[in-house]
């Protein structure tokens, strides 16, 4: 094939897509009113925040007025679990429980109130990446306030049994917290179904800008304010509201919830492909559960490679993936997933991430299907620790 410019790295970020920017571009130009404003174009901009808070509402079975536009998913984390710990403070519950593949906006956040006197049990995951709902349960006590798991990890594309956690939270009158920013627009998401009460989004994981997301918050739940000033978002989050990025998030949710089972058929069967085209390659191995996976989600380890080599050959070919490998997270350890679900360092180390979106073709994915293999066979061929593997020594032994 010829080379062409391969965009498979749509769980870090995803491009802005064109009526995305269209449905922006007022608010960026001359509708740059300040909603707080009482002349026209102030008005404008705040009957814009309101219809996008309607149509974030409506994206996952929520009510307008539970809505709260935030910077990001990871300030949506931070707001949620550090407020929930405030008011839980002042009722005297200490103990909070999340998993320990959470996003670092949530572990992060939770060693953080851990160095201030709070108490968090770190559920573990099977070999699939799975939660275990009972699990949940068992870990629940009279002093805990929330519960916090992600909907479907960011890595591994596992997609948890959130209905049923947030059953057994309701019953235990724990608070649930999701992260949802890789599940939003990928998996049908209904808050009130599912008993979720606080959960966070993300913009730029579904084709709007980075820098805006936001958090639902039950009616009936009163967290304090993360950020505090001036009176925007009902008091709750000041800042002069980010209008264009509002209304783009609220174009693009709506664009990626319109029809999800279309687009999980289309994405599923791209990824399934993948999967198994690359696990032909010996000693590799698909990470995460191969069903209730994200389906744009491949994540595949092969012995006796780096991830940062493949990533850099792959780079050099058009295409832009990611690894559980050290250096792409800036720390000596390979992703905190990827030894959650059991790999030895070795093998996290030669993991290589896939996820696919919208605007990828079926010829994305033969592409990738004809490179990956030459990569890793040619990376293998100057590697000593292929040497050993193939000499059948241990190599996660010392
Ligand atoms: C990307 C991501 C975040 C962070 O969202 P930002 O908008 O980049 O702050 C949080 N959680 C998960 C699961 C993510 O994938």
Redesign the pocket.
Known sequence: MDKRFVYADN?ATTKITAPVLEAMMPYLTDGYGNASSIYSIGMDSARAILKARETVANAIGAKTSEIYFTS????A?NWAIKCAADVAAKKGKKHLITTVFE?H?VLHTCQYLEKHGFDVTYIPVDEMGLVHPEDVEKAIRDDTFLVSV?FAN?EIGTIQPIAEIGKICREKKVWFHT?A??AVGNVPINVSEMNIDLL?L?G??IHAP?GI?ALYMRTGINLPNLIHGGAQERNKRAGTENVASIVGLAKAIELATADIPAKQARLSKMRDKIIAELLKIPESRLNGDPVKRLAGNVNISFRGIEGESLLLSLDLEGICASSGSACTSGSLDPSHVLLAIGLPHSTAHGSLRISLGDLNTEEDADYIIEKVPAIVGKLRAMSPLWERILRDEDIDAE
């Open positions: 769980s990001g998913g990871s300030e984390d996003h906006a992600m960011n992260d920013v890789q966070s993300s730029h994981k980075k997301g």
